[in-house]
T-cell receptor
């Protein structure tokens, strides 16, 4: 079945450093969504990417969709302690498939 | 606050028992989704209902069943519970289908002893 690989599984950074998580699919995607889950919380929608090569920004967060629509990335510039949590990509292949998530911890 | 409510917040039960988790979607949302989140399996999609009808099925065990009622609230029934069913169960809702933003509830933490 369709799968999505998300890396890294964990990332520990010093506050102010950048952070990137990647999602890769073996098949072409119609779209990809990103969610964030704070510790002890529930997933919260961040963004949806639909077009090939699309780049969207939300303040310090930059989301990219690959030209072949098989991969995506989320980049956070100058991390803050409020960025702590797990970031998931989500694809649709008849059913919703969440990536394994990247858990980000930020040391003040 | 996402507008999605789930009850109960916590549930502790024994192996072999049956429990029912309840979810009320955001006002106006027609789709409801159920997810299971455990440490070793991550966030797993279980099932989606749209306006009372089953729309998509994920990794839902045969011991589990769900339904969506005319008022659009949904229930997830878990039976013959095993220790491995201990997890956080999330409900989410969206306006129409999976391409829409999903709004997650706070979850029900199930502990099977």
């Amino acid at each position: 079945g369709q799968q999505v690989m998300q890396i890294p599984q964990y990332q520990h950074v010093q506050e102010g450093e950048d952070f990137t998580t990647y999602c890769n699919s073996s098949t072409t995607l119609s779209n990809i969504q990103w969610y964030k889950q704070r510790p002890g919380g529930h997933p919260v929608f961040l963004i949806q990417l639909v077009k090939s090569g699309e780049v969207k920004k939300q303040k310090r967060l930059t989301f990219q969709f690959g030209e072949a629509k098989k991969n995506s990335s989320l980049h956070i510039t100058a991390t803050q302690t409020t960025d702590v949590g797990t970031y998931f990509c989500v694809i649709q292949g008849g059913k919703l498939i969440f990536g394994q998530g990247t858990e980000l911890s930020v040391k003040p | 606050d996402s507008g999605v409510t789930q009850t109960p917040k916590h549930l502790i039960t024994a192996t072999g028992q049956r429990v029912t988790l309840r979810c009320s979607p955001r006002s106006g949302d027609l789709s409801v989704y159920w997810y299971q989140q455990s440490l070793d399996q991550g966030l797993q999609f279980l099932i989606q209902y749209y306006n009372g009808e089953e729309r998509a099925k994920g990794n839902i065990l045969e011991r589990f069943s769900a339904q969506q009622f005319p008022d659009l609230h949904s229930e997830l029934n878990l039976s013959s519970l095993e220790l491995g069913d201990s997890a956080l169960y999330f409900c989410a809702s969206s306006v129409q289908g999976a391409q829409d933003t999903q709004y997650f509830g706070p979850g029900t933490r199930l502990t099977v002893l």
